[in-house]
C-alpha cells in the first residue's frame, strides 16, 4: 500500500476543497428544489390524464360522439405541448450550469413560481418589488446563488415574515436583495425542510462559484453581480 505523497496531499488542497463545497452546496439545493419541481410537474401533467381518462370513458359508449372526441383530442395535443414545455423547463433547473442570460425580474420570477408554494406553507408572503428590473445577469446566479440565499434566509428565520425582493444598479454593479419582515401571524403546522436546512456556508460556496458578492445578515442577504 502506498502512502499519501505531500504532493498528493497538496493536490486536494484549498482549490479541491472549495471545489467539493460547491458541489456538496449544489446537491444540498437539488434536494431541497425536488419536491417543489416535483409538483409542478405533477400538476403539468395532471390535466392530461384527467383528459385522457374522460376519452376512454367517451369512446367506450354504445354511441360515441366522435365530434366531441375529435375537439377534445385536439385539446389533448395542445395540452401536451404545453406540458412538455413547462417540464423540460423545470428539468432545466437540475443542469450543472448554463451559460444564458435572464433579466433580474424573470429570474426572481423564475425562482418564485419554483419557491413561492414552499415559502407560502412556511409562513412566508413572498412581495417581489423586482418586477421593472430589466437587467441581465447570468440564468444561473439566479437559480443557484439567489434561489439558495432565498431559502437560508427563510430557514434560519424564527417566525412567518414577508420576504422583500429588491433590485438596483451601482454603477455597473447589479444589486439584489432579499429582506424579512417579521409578520404576526401562526408558524404554520408542517413539517421542517425536506432535506437539511440549508446555511450561509452553502450560499457562500455558490456565490464564489459565479464569482457573485455576497452580504448577509439574519433579516437580508444582498448578491453584488458585477458585469
Known sequence: MQDATPSAIRSAGPASLETRLEEAA????????TPALRHHMIGALQPLGMLAAMLERRSQAPAPDMASITKKSNEMGVLSREATAACVGLVAWITPKTADAVSIADGVK???GVLETDLALRGFI????????????ARAI????YAAALLAITDAAPGPAEVIMQSRQEG???IVSITLKPREAEPMGIGGPSYRALDWEDVEALAKAEGVVLEHSATGAVLRIAP
Open 126 to 137: 413572498a412581495v417581489n418589488e423586482a418586477t421593472e428590473a430589466t437587467a441581465l445577469v
Open 172 to 174: 455597473d454593479t447589479q
Open 110 to 112: 423564475d425562482c418564485l
Open 26 to 33: 449544489r446537491y444540498a439545493l437539488l434536494r431541497r428544489l
Open 142 to 145: 439566479m437559480r443557484n446563488v
